[in-house]
């Protein structure tokens, strides 16, 4: 039996035949981005353009932190514009300091639909806790949504965008979502742009799945066309879009100039050339300015770690 045993276990000197000629090797396609991002056009922000975008930050600062009336919810479309549109990080702070008063003013009753739902998605975005009873009141004697509000797409829109902050057994979302989808799908025709452009990408996506880039940028064309738009914050959401983008760019035009320096293309050309794809990855999570170092860091580990994996695949033995 020990024989046999033996005759089985190979030695750890005993190399296991592996015929390397006859593996597949996964046929990646090219890099689809060729040299486009290896030159970053040299632009700077004149002195006026600075000077703009300081005081416009200024000035969206002022509104948010500018006394409430008599109601703290005053201040919520401002918020969700501001996170919106980008610009969130500027302002931190003052957006934390009055959701908290927003949270202690317990005056939600005479709330419509649309208040409601844009409070209690922002707080829950925010960590705050919040029941989802506040939407009892718009449930008739039978338990089912008022035909009423079916009326106010504005209300629904936003409803429909709250019920995706629902954590599990929260019954009252979940009819939310199926409610708001019906009718938000029906009204749909009927609507004006920019609403109707509103409700149809909501439908397809919900603020709560998108990536903050690339909703800011959509969210610019569709916040200009609202006219109750804030000119200010608008002017500075635009400002800040595109020096952040020019950052972007500077980063990306250095780590194509690294990975072209490696000349992993020709050298390992079983590998994929994904080095700018790892970069949209990075950026759609860490886009603020202060995490540059971050960005560029992560994207070359993704790189090499990506190196790597493929050679295993291709050329480990198993």
Known sequence: MASQVSQILASPHTSIPCNME?????DFHPGIWGDIFLNCPNEDIDTATQLRYEELKEEVRRMLVAPMGDSSNQKLPLIDAVQRLGVYYHFEEEIEDALEATYHDNNDVDNDLY??????????EHGFTVSCEVFDKFKDEEGNFMSSITTDVKGLLELYEASYMR??????????ISFTTTHLTLAAPTLEYPLSEQVAHALKQSIRRGLPRVEARRYISIYQDIESHNKALLEFAKIDFNLLQLLHRKELSEICRWWKDLDFTKKLPFARDRVVEGYFWIMG??????????????????????IVDDTYDSYATY
Do not use: C
Not at 22 to 26: G, M, Q, S, T, V
Not at 115 to 124: A, K, P, Q, V
Not at 291 to 297: A, I, T, V
């Open 22 to 26: 006859n593996r597949p090797k996964a």
């Open 285 to 306: 999570v860490y886009f603020e300015p202060q995490y540059s170092l971050g960005r560029k860091m992560m994207t070359k580990v993704i790189a090499m770690a990506s």
């Open 167 to 176: 954590v599990h057994g929260e019954d009252i979302l979940d009819e939310a």
């Open 115 to 124: 208040t409601t739902s844009l409070r209690f998605r922002l707080l829950r």
